[in-house]
Structure formats: C-alpha cells, structure tokens
C-alpha cells in the first residue's frame, strides 16, 4: 500500500461505525428549543441568598479612597467578581468639548492618572488574583489605546483570558480624518480555567455586545458613565445572587446600582471625593434585587423561534 492510499485508507470511516459513533442525530433549533440557563434563581430564592450571605468586613459600601491603597486590605479569596473600567490615560475630564455634552451636568474632579499609565496599570491588576475566589472572574473594560499595556499587565498577573469582548454603542466623537471609534474591549477573565464560575443564562451568547449609552435629560453625572445593562451583563453571567462584586472604579457608581438592584453584595473604591452626592443619589434610586428578573422569564429570541418551530 503507497503511503497516501494508506492515509485515505485510515481516514475512511464507514456510514456505519460513523452513526455508531454519533451519539445523537443533530435536529435544527433541537437544542435552542429545549435550553434551560445552567442556574436558576425565583426572586424569592435570590432574595433568600442576598439575605444569607455573610462576610467578614463591611460590604455595601463604597470607600472614598485610592483603589491601590483600598484593594490591598481586601481578604484573600474574598471576591465573586472584579468589574474594572478604570481611567483611560489620555488626560481626559469627561468635559471635551468634542464631547457635545452640556458641561454643567457632568461633574469636576473625574480622576485622570498620573504618572506612567502602564506601571498604574499593572499595580492595580496585580492585586486581582490575590481577592479572587478560585471561582471568580474579573471584568476589564478598556479603549483600543490603551489595550496594550491592559493585556500585558492581565499577563504578568497570570489572569486567563476567557473571551474579548467587545461593547459596539450607538455613536462616538466626530472625526475628519479617521473612522469614528464606536466600541469598546472587554476582558472576560479567570483566575482558574478549570473552575470558574460561568451561567449560561442564553443559548447562543455572543462577543459583541450592542448595547446604546444611556443619556438622560438633566442627569448629574461624572462623564465616564457605562450603561447598568452593560454591567448587568457581567453580573447575570459571572454571579450569583448574594454573590460579593468589587469595582476599584466606581465613578457614579454603576457596578454597586448593578449588583444592588440584582441581588448581588458590591464593594468598591472611588477616590474622586465629589462623587460622593451622585453615588449616593443613585443608589438611592432602587430598592434591593429592583431590577432581578429570572433568567427563565427572560425573552430569548433564538429560544422563541427555535422552540415555535421544533415540534
Ligand atoms: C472610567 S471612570 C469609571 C466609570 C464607571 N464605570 C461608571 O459607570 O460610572 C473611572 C473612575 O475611576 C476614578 N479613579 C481614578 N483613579 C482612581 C484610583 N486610583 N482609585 C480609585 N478611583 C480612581 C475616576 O475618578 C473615575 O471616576
């Protein structure tokens, strides 16, 4: 036998030993029809969980301070997940005039870094591993200019980069002479890829998230603002409820209204004093698990019209 009839040879399977081998027939829209999320919580149980939970310093708080400072009296091992979007490193106050916004509505003292942006970065990323739990993940927002130094530092702390996500929104600034940057990274990333904790709560997920910044009429905010359905996102697929949150950036606070409102603890660092009224005022806005729909309830349009035309 010549060499390449024998490789035809050893890859021929026949139709039987092929239908042997094929456990299960592949039936269209089968499996998007009968999808169930991996877990399940009632709003009772996840009010139930939230209330159960215990911890050995305080949570629900947001401290006032610097998060290099603040994440290093964090326990070991104490946080579900880390959700990150920290300052861009391009002298930025969120009052650009580029920016077409009503300047009186955003707030002074947004907290640009200073000094060298990669060791910044690595410094606070660092810490990471060390707070999370071996089933935790960390959620890392960055621009395409900063990407770089962001993944190095992801690197030498020996996070795993699960998937890259990006987050398409409706518009960005104006350019002549360029595309205009309507989208934005984010990491999903593990501390253990064996055992991280991961809630399938949709069939088919996707890496590219659309999702429209939100922008409402006279609200006081510093400029820097992600929509809480971005964030929710991350909480819905990362957490569970009574699950601990941590955001070294809290900015006005998104990540801690995110968690409140889904049953999830959060804790968390903003060292721009003047945010103090606005976090404050937006936490005040909702009650406990507001925004909690279980994931069976929610509309899944793959599911639908999987499951209306699998009979
Ligand atoms: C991009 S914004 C976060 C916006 C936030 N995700 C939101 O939805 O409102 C970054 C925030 O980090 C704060 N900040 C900058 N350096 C910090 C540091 N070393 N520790 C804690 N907060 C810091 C800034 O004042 C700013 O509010």
Not at 23 to 46: C, G, I
Not at 134 to 151: C, D, E, H, M, Y
Not at 275 to 289: A, C, P, V, Y
Request: charged content about 30%; hydrophobic content about 35%; overall charge positive.
């Amino acid at each position: 036998m010549t060499l390449i009839s024998c490789r035809l040879e050893c890859n021929f399977v026949s139709p039987e030993s092929s239908k042997k081998k094929r456990k299960k027939r592949y039936v269209p829209h089968e499996a998007a029809a009968r999808f169930k999320p991996t877990k399940d919580w009632t709003r009772e149980e996840a009010s139930s969980e939230f209330e159960k939970a215990k911890f050995s310093f305080p949570v629900d708080v947001i401290n006032f301070e610097d998060c290099m400072a603040g994440m290093k009296s964090v326990p070991d091992e104490s946080i579900d997940a880390v959700i990150a979007d920290p300052p861009f490193g391009i002298s930025f106050s969120g009052k650009e005039a580029l920016y077409n916004r009503n300047d009186s509505f955003v707030i002074d003292g947004y907290q640009e870094v200073e000094g060298d942006y990669e060791e910044f970065t690595k410094a606070w990323i660092s810490e990471i591993p060390r707070i999370l739990k071996k089933s935790g993940s960390a959620w890392i927002f960055s621009g395409w200019t900063n990407l770089r130094p962001v993944l190095s530092a992801v690197e030498d702390a020996g996070l795993k980069l699960v998937n890259h996500i990006i987050w398409k929104y409706q518009f960005g600034v104006f350019t002549k002479k360029k595309f205009v940057t309507s989208h934005y990274h984010l990491l999903f990333l593990v501390k253990n890829l064996k055992q991280y904790f991961f809630n399938k709560i949709e069939h088919y997920p996707q890496d590219i998230w659309e999702i429209n910044r939100t922008y409402k009429k006279g609200e006081k905010k510093n400029g820097t603002k992600l929509p809480t359905e971005l964030v929710m996102r991350c909480i819905d697929f990362a957490t569970k409820p009574g699950d601990l949150v941590l955001d070294p950036f809290m900015g006005n606070a998104t990540t801690a209204v995110a968690s409140k409102g889904s049953y999830r603890h959060f804790t968390g660092f903003e060292i721009n004093e003047s945010m103090r009224e606005i976090i404050n005022h937006n936490l005040s806005l909702l009650d406990i698990g507001e925004l909690y729909v279980p994931y069976t309830e929610r509309k899944d349009e793959l599911v639908e019209k999987a499951r209306a035309k699998f009979k």
